[in-house]
């Protein structure tokens, strides 16, 4: 099975955490009105953190495209962009310097500007009364932090809600996005047949890196085209016309930082310390979206067809997957799309009876 997502998947909280009383939002609730609504008095006030990143950058065109309301928002990120300009929803914003009283009055602060950042001021942003979702990985597996694919364990954050007045501050980790992509995918088939062992390996986009990769594959691939030699700057070696293993640390076990995090996070929201996973993740020279290939041992049986039909009927999911075309999901094609992409859905012929896809 192969599954390719839209550029990032961090911004599905938006829909899940309930103002201003607890009653809960639809997930993936579509804002399909053409009437630009999103800035309302009543509306909670956001603070993006991070924002002229990438990741900051798509939390702002999530929330307009979905009309997300709001009555304030506050554009923080480093002294660097401090007082940059910029336009969002048709009004003119000032970036800020990020500091512990940037959240004075902030409800809700969507995190994206690294890990040392989110454990520094994420607390000070909880304290404020602010819910966080944090996208780093700083809080990911402490076991006091909920850590939520909202498609797939809306569960775990039930109990957060945003009160109008009340301080009541609270952190919601954001899986990483190999993490999100792969269990979008495997989930609607773990629900029915149960996954016992699950083999992920990942083709990695440069947006995954940050603004700056995707800008180093750009120049790099206008140098090697041109005949010079490539900058590499971000990565240590061509990334262009090339692909290479992930750039997270390797760990003693062999394994790297990034495939441990779909190991263990795989786990903490499957609330399952035995399902088996292994992963190898590599960096692809695409720009937007990553793809992964998703190996699945079930425990009980799961025909080929029931698997379509599962993954067919599951929110936040397409099925693309047209065998006569050879048409199946590329990052090109779900590029600046919300929905994970599943595709090359077929028995897995080395095993056993209907236990594996
Ligand atoms: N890209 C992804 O798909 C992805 C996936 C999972 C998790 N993440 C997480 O998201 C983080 C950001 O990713 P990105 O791809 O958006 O990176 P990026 O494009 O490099 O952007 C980094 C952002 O963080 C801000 N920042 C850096 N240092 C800061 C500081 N001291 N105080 C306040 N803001 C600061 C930057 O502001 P300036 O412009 O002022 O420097 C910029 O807005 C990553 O470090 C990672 O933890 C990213």
Redesign the pocket.
């Known amino acids: 099975m192969q599954a390719a997502p839209s550029?990032?998947r961090?911004h599905v909280q938006l829909h899940s955490i309930p103002f201003p009383s607890c009653s809960r939002l639809p997930v993936r609730v579509r804002w399909k009105s053409t009437v630009r609504m999103a800035l309302t008095e009543d509306g909670p006030s956001i603070a993006v953190?991070?924002?002229?990143?990438?990741?900051?950058?798509?939390f702002l065109r999530v929330l307009a495209d979905r009309n997300f309301p709001y009555r304030s928002i506050r554009m923080?990120?480093?002294?660097?962009?401090?007082g940059?300009q910029l336009t969002f929803e048709g009004h003119d914003y000032e970036?800020e310097?990020?500091r512990p009283e940037s959240f004075e009055g902030v409800d809700i602060a969507l995190?994206?500007?690294?890990?040392?950042?989110?454990r520094e001021?994420a607390p000070a942003a909880v304290e404020r009364g602010a819910v966080v979702v944090d996208?780093?990985?700083?809080f990911r597996m402490d076991p006091s932090v909920p850590l939520v694919i909202p498609e797939v364990n809306p569960e775990a954050m039930a109990h957060i809600c945003l009160k109008k007045n009340g301080k009541v501050g609270a952190l919601i980790a954001?899986p990483?996005?190999s993490t999100i992509i792969c269990l979008m995918a495997a989930t609607p088939l773990h629900r029915h047949a149960k996954v016992v062992r699950m083999v992920v390996s990942t083709y990695q986009a440069a947006?995954?890196?940050?603004?700056?990769?995707?800008q180093e594959l750009e120049q790099q691939t206008r140098e090697v085209l041109e005949g010079k030699q490539p900058t590499c700057q971000i990565f240590k070696q061509q990334y262009a016309f090339n692909l290479f293993s992930h750039n997270a640390p390797i760990l003693p076990n062999g394994y790297n930082e990034e495939e441990m995090k779909l190991v263990k996070e795989t786990r903490k929201i499957w609330n399952n310390l035995d399902v088996k996973v292994t992963a190898t993740c590599i960096r692809v020279p695409v720009m937007r979206a990553?793809a992964e290939s998703i190996n699945l041992q079930f425990e009980k049986s799961l025909d080929e067809d029931t698997a379509r039909q599962i993954l067919q009927e599951a929110s936040g999911v397409v099925v693309i997957d047209d065998r006569a075309s050879n048409f199946f999901p590329t990052p090109l094609e779900v590029s600046n799309k919300d929905d994970v992409a599943v595709g090359r859905i077929r028995q897995d012929l080395s095993q056993e009876g209907n236990h594996g896809c």
Do not use: D
């Open positions: 550029c990032y961090c953190v991070g924002v002229t990143g990438a990741v900051g950058q798509e923080l990120a480093s002294h660097r962009s401090a940059r970036v310097e990020l995190f994206s500007a690294g890990g040392s950042i989110s001021m996208n780093s990985s700083a954001n990483n996005c947006s995954g890196a940050g603004a700056a990769a995707m990553h």
